[in-house]
T-cell receptor, first 116, second 114 residues
């Protein structure tokens, strides 16, 4: 299957700072990528759809000024958590459609964010 | 929004036993996807189903797409300790253009006792 990477895998930051998470499609191009957030023992919650060359589409209740998304190339999307607070601590996962069918999504390994 | 009802929430089984989990929806899906997530990792696609009634296998895993297109099940035969993880069903919904957004079930946590 298609391979998606994320960097960093873990990050600890202080409250009030910003953190950038990268999502890369390694062996395919992705005009669309998706960003999810997952709390312990819960399912994945879609935060936003990242669109190459245009603005991201955010799900209801997700603050676009808090979670900045940039999709500058066909293989890279970034999520920046601005002015992070402890409640932003979570597991962030990206995905991209990479199979022969556009509705198959392949996920990155996730980024564990801890805000102290 | 669309919801997928996945059951059971958790299962504790002995190594060698077979496992079955399922997902239902009030809406029709044209595709059903089954993922496995291990602790601290992203979900990995196990099986994709595209046709109502389709039965697809991937090693010891077998999944079926219900005839009504509103349900799917996943079976794991002869479980082994490395089958431990959370299994999610997911259904893609067209969200504009050719983009699909995934709706997830709440997951089935599988524990296998050696």
């Amino acid at each position: 299957g298609a391979v998606v990477s994320q960097h960093p895998s873990r990050v600890i930051c202080k409250s009030g700072t910003s953190v950038k998470i990268e999502c890369r499609s390694l062996d395919f191009q992705a005009t669309t990528m998706f960003w999810y957030r997952q709390f312990p023992k819960q399912s994945l919650m879609l935060m936003a759809t990242s669109n190459e060359g245009s603005k991201a589409t955010y799900e209801q209740g997700v603050e676009k000024d808090k979670f900045l998304i940039n999709h500058a190339s066909l293989t890279l999307s970034t999520l920046t958590v601005t002015s992070a607070h402890p409640e932003d601590s979570s597991f962030y996962i990206c995905s991209a459609p990479g199979g022969t069918a556009p509705d198959e999504q392949y996920f990155g390994p996730g980024t564990r964010l801890t805000v102290t | 929004g669309q919801q997928l009802n996945q059951s059971p929430q958790s299962m504790f089984i002995q190594e060698g036993e077979d496992v079955s989990m399922n997902c239902t929806s009030s809406s029709i899906f044209n595709t059903w996807l089954w993922y496995k997530q291990e602790p601290g990792e992203g979900p990995v696609l196990l099986i994709a189903l595209y046709k109502a009634g389709e039965l697809t296998s991937n090693g010891r895993l077998t999944a079926q797409f219900g005839i009504t297109r509103k349900d799917s099940f996943l079976n794991i035969s002869a479980s082994i300790p490395s089958d431990v993880g959370i299994y999610f069903c997911a259904g893609p919904l067209l969200s504009g253009g050719s983009n699909y957004k995934l709706t997830f079930g709440k997951g089935t946590l599988l524990t296998v006792n050696p």
